[in-house]
């Protein structure tokens, strides 16, 4: 039960860690379509190839296709990432008559402006006041119920992210349960902590911790400690492409039903993460790991997830996400593999 409570808490962070409301913002930013339309009001961001906007006259936040965008005029300074690995910080504006060049995006800060193409810019985000206001994140829960062998299945998921200028950190925790008459409980939690620190436009330094119990394969824990180096392959505003190679430090704890060992050692640590936004309302995101042991030769250990993100309306999602974890070695007699299934509605804020 401890166990359920400490994945519940780093859930619970990421719930509670929601920004509170925002300051007013300019409503005065100006967005020029290339078919010669002109929007006035507020820009929300720039994400997944959309561009978020919202005129005092919308119900509601509307998405505007990026290609279709021919140039903007903001008056808040806006975090910009460009396609390079470039980052930047300052008001958008460009002068048709005075700067007819044929990039279409200026970024004006104090020292310098910085011009690229439309189709360079990857994310758009406003420089909001406090660190709360710059938090994102989403908090999922699914549940199923099978009256044939009643069998129930509850998953809860959260996570919160932070990305400065030449850093990001972010947090993921999550909670699957299983319960069925007749057949033994099984469940996972995890927890994991991603530090980056850019070095450059494309890579970075990383930091990793993690945390899992998995009651399929008798670990009661396994914490985790590691750092490497790690690349964008990838950087556009409809997908992305990441890869961090380094070391890290664990230590294991089985149940008693299996022998109750535990133990330390040192693995490599190769980790992939690859996101893509295809269509228009569907998200698929993949995250690797692969980790063999330094200590114990022939050991090998994988981690993977993926899931599929359907947008239902607003800020709500329908996720259906599947993940494997395996053990070519447990230093116990225990199940080398962990697989399941999930199907969750998720609020992305």
Same mark, same amino acid.
């Given at each position: ?19 509170? &409301? ?27 190839? /959309?561009?978020? @906007? ?18 903007? #005029?903001?008056?808040?300074? /806006? ?51 406090? @660190? ?11 549940? %199923? ?7 129930? #299945? %509850? ?48 890579? /970075? ?9 998995? #009651?399929? #394969? ?37 149940? &008693?039903?299996?022998?109750?060992? %535990? ?49 239902? /309306? ?5 996720? @259906? ?9 447990? &230093? ?6 962990? @697989? ?10």
């Amino acid at each position: 039960m401890k166990l359920l409570e400490r994945a519940a808490v780093v859930v619970l962070t990421a719930a509670l860690a929601l920004p509170p &409301p925002a300051l007013a913002k300019s409503t005065n930013d100006v967005v020029i379509m290339k078919n010669g339309d002109r929007l006035t009001g507020e820009i929300k961001r720039l994400e997944n190839g /959309f561009l978020y @906007f919202k005129a005092a006259y919308m119900a509601d936040t509307i998405q505007l296709d990026w290609r279709r965008v021919e140039r903007l #005029q903001t008056q808040d300074e /806006f975090n910009v990432t460009l396609s390079n690995g470039t980052r930047d910080v300052g008001v958008i504006s460009r002068d048709l008559e005075t700067e007819p060049d044929t990039k279409g995006f200026a970024i004006r800060s104090q020292e310098a402006v910085r011009r690229a193409h439309n189709s360079e810019v990857v994310t758009l985000n406003p420089v909001e006041d406090t @660190f709360w206001h710059q938090l994102t994140g989403s908090v999922g829960y699914g549940f %199923s119920f099978t009256s044939g062998t009643n069998a129930t #299945q %509850s998953s809860l998921s959260g996570d919160v992210g932070y990305r400065a200028e030449r850093w990001a950190v972010k947090l993921e925790g999550s909670s699957v349960l299983n319960r069925q008459s007749g057949a033994s409980n099984s469940g996972r939690n995890t927890a994991d902590l991603y530090y980056f620190r850019y070095r450059g436009e494309r890579w /970075f330094v990383a930091g990793t911790s993690s945390f899992l119990n998995s #009651q399929q #394969q008798d670990l009661t824990a396994r914490t985790t400690v590691g750092g490497g180096v790690g690349w964008d392959l990838i950087r556009t505003s409809t997908s992305t492409l990441q890869l961090v190679a380094g070391a890290l430090l664990n230590n294991e704890n089985y149940s &008693p039903e299996s022998g109750g060992k %535990s133990g330390r050692g040192a693995d490599g640590q190769l980790l992939m993460e690859y996101s893509k936004y295809i269509f228009t309302k569907f998200q698929f995101t993949s995250q690797f790991g692969l980790f063999p042991s330094l200590t114990t030769p022939g050991r090998e250990r994988i981690s993977a997830q993926s899931s599929v993100k359907r947008e239902l /309306f607003r800020n709500f999602n329908l996720v @259906f996400g599947i993940y494997e974890n395996f053990d070519s070695h447990p &230093p116990v007699r225990a199940p080398k593999n962990d @697989f399941g299934t999930s199907t969750s509605i998720a609020w992305t804020y």
